[in-house]
């Protein structure tokens, strides 16, 4: 998969659906965790994505001879992960197993902080919260989404755009995290009416921007995302110009969109070659009009100062 591997190293576990305590070389990227049957083969016994963990919890009560130290939760199973060994036992009592062995509380406990890092982190009740709570309503972007720390799409002044993926639904989707701190008050407006207006059109040759989220101290933005480049990226490359036939494709498009948006009384006001995306990286692509943060509702007071 080519993703960054956060931590490896053997491990038990049982689950909920099979009490047979199972040992295996886990290995955890920014995407999964893998258990392999050995610490250097490709074969494995399962994967578990990180987009369908729930929640990761301590253990609180045995479910079985022994002690557990911590729980995965997904909507299917449950994880009960790790074994203490000196659980309800006099301390100098027991020998301590070796690492590779997978038993052991701190072991377990590296593993339970890894995984909570690596989802950024998911809260303990968050599958009570999905099970409950309408999306529209959920304020923790991390209850729905799951952002993925090494896939950069790209990078601005203000924040970082991270692949990440819908954990309902599997899709994939792009995340611009924004530091509020150093973001302007004015970019801040910017982004906001960006928001307001997007959340509204619904047009193919239009960027799709899904929810944004907002903390003390970052924004995040989860919008569709794209195979493609930005059509001022590929008029710079050293193919440069594209065929005739080409530009008319994409400037038909162009036009389409830009019908739309003025039926709906939006115009756009800040169009140019570096805010047209590009679906994918066929001859033919999707165009998608992108950057509305200059965008005005036509009518309003703003609308005749900034044209």
């Known amino acids: 998969r080519g993703s960054k ?9 049982f689950t909920n659906k099979d009490r047979s305590r199972k040992r295996h070389y886990w290995r955890l990227d920014s995407k999964c965790v893998t258990l392999f049957q050995s610490d250097s083969g490709s ?3 399962k994967e578990i994505p990180l987009a369908e963990i729930l929640a990761v919890d301590v253990a609180r009560t045995p479910q079985g001879d022994v002690m557990h130290c911590f729980e995965i939760r997904t909507a299917n199973i449950d994880y009960f ?52 709570e309408p999306e529209e309503r959920v304020t923790d972007m991390n209850k729905l989404y799951q952002i993925f720390p090494d896939e950069v799409l790209g990078s601005g002044q203000f924040g970082i755009v991270y692949g990440g993926v819908d954990r309902k639904s599997g899709r994939a989707v792009a995340i611009k995290v924004i530091d509020k701190l150093r973001f302007p008050t004015k970019q801040e407006a910017q982004l906001k009416n960006e928001v307001a207006i997007l959340q509204n059109l619904s047009h193919p040759a239009v960027v799709n921007l899904e929810r944004m989220f907002e903390t003390t101290e970052r924004i995040f933005v989860v919008m569709e995302k794209l195979k493609g480049d930005m059509l001022e990226m590929i008029l710079s490359s050293e193919r440069g110009r594209l065929s005739e036939r080409i530009t008319k494709f994409l400037i038909t498009q162009i036009l389409v969109a830009l019908k739309h948006l003025h039926s709906k009384n939006i115009v756009h006001c800040d169009l140019k070659p570096e805010n047209v995306l590009l679906s994918s990286d066929s001859d033919f692509p999707q165009v998608k009009l992108c950057d509305f943060g200059f965008a005005r509702i036509i009518g309003e007071k703003s609308f005749r100062r900034s044209v």
Request: proline fraction near 9%; glycine fraction near 10%; aromatic fraction near 8%.
């Open 43 to 45: 074969k494995y016994y």
């Open 5 to 13: 591997v956060l931590k490896e190293g053997w491990m038990v576990h």
């Open 81 to 132: 992960v790790g074994e203490d060994p000196l659980y309800g036992r006099p301390e100098g009592h027991v020998q301590l197993p070796p690492p590779d062995s997978g038993v052991g509380a701190h072991l377990a406990k590296t593993w339970e902080t890894s995984i909570k890092q690596a989802l950024m982190p998911v809260a303990s009740n968050a599958k009570a919260d999905m099970s409950s």
